[in-house]
């Protein structure tokens, strides 16, 4: 089975749209967003639109959670430039949408005698805010995805994609964890603007007892950064945010 997982679309529909397209080649069998589909740009409402009309299950950002202390204003333009007008722009439907979204989804794989069991997340089990950075202690890790029984753990938040597979050896077994951090789709900050998303392979291989049955591939996809960058510094958000996008920091 292939599986998509996408995250941190960020309202950048430039981006989001290019890495729909992609999904259309790669055609995997199921689709994931780990939330933040607004916050930073202009497009907040057309991104939600699609992921509705795509069918891709989604759960909550921390910035999609935004949209309650903020209520859409009769004037979202002003004449002062803030982050807060990204969650302004976002519409009444929108706005229940997003608040109605789940904070975890998990999805078991019986595999031969060998239960899989993967948890998406936004940035952590134990917090939505809390950056799973890839140098925290391993034992660190081994406690949570062991507290979470997680056997995959997959999130974003912090935009930056990695891979990392740790063992907690149990019962004097190999018992083999897969972090997956999917990047960023409309907001990357690891020094490549393009789109990042992440193909997961769970074949017949997988198994909690194999280092290499989970295959995790990063896919990256250009699409019109300068646009969206121009929608920033044209809109009443901070040019900074658009500086973040060409030079993905």
């Known amino acids: 089975m292939r599986i998509a997982l996408l995250s ?3 309202a950048n529909l430039p981006a989001f749209e290019a890495v729909l397209e992609d999904l259309q080649k790669q055609k995997p069998d199921a689709v994931y967003c780990l939330g933040d589909l607004v916050g930073y740009n202009v497009w907040p409402n ?4 699609l992921i509705r009309s795509h069918g891709i299950a989604t759960i909550a950002g921390n910035h999609d959670l935004k949209v309650s202390k ?3 204003s009769k004037e979202t333009c002003s004449t002062e430039k803030s982050s807060e007008y990204a969650y302004k722009l976002v519409g009444s439907k929108e706005r229940d949408y997003l608040l109605t979204l789940p904070r975890h ?8 005698e060998d239960t899989l069991n993967m948890l998406l997340v936004h940035g952590s089990p134990r917090s939505i ?3 799973l950075l890839e140098q925290l202690p391993e034992d660190y890790m081994i406690e ?3 507290e979470f029984k997680a056997d995959i753990l997959c999130f974003g938040h912090s935009h930056k994609p990695y891979h990392r597979i740790i063992n907690s050896r149990e019962n004097g077994a190999d018992h083999f964890h897969h972090l997956i951090n999917t990047g960023s789709v409309g907001k990357p900050k690891d020094g490549d603007a393009r789109a990042c998303y992440v193909m997961l392979t769970i074949g017949p291989p997988a198994s909690t007892k194999s280092h290499d049955g989970v295959q995790v591939e990063f896919i990256r996809v250009k699409y019109d950064v300068e646009k969206a960058a121009q929608a920033v510094e044209l809109g009443f ?3 900074a945010f658009a500086d973040n ?3 993905a920091y």
């Open 8 to 10: 941190d679309i960020h």
């Open 46 to 49: 057309q991104v939600i639109g």
């Open 70 to 72: 903020i209520h859409p």
């Open 105 to 112: 989804l998990k999805v078991e794989f019986q595999l031969h």
């Open 129 to 131: 805010n809390e950056y």
């Open 144 to 146: 949570m995805v062991k």
């Open 237 to 239: 958000l901070p040019d």
């Open 245 to 247: 996008l060409r030079k």
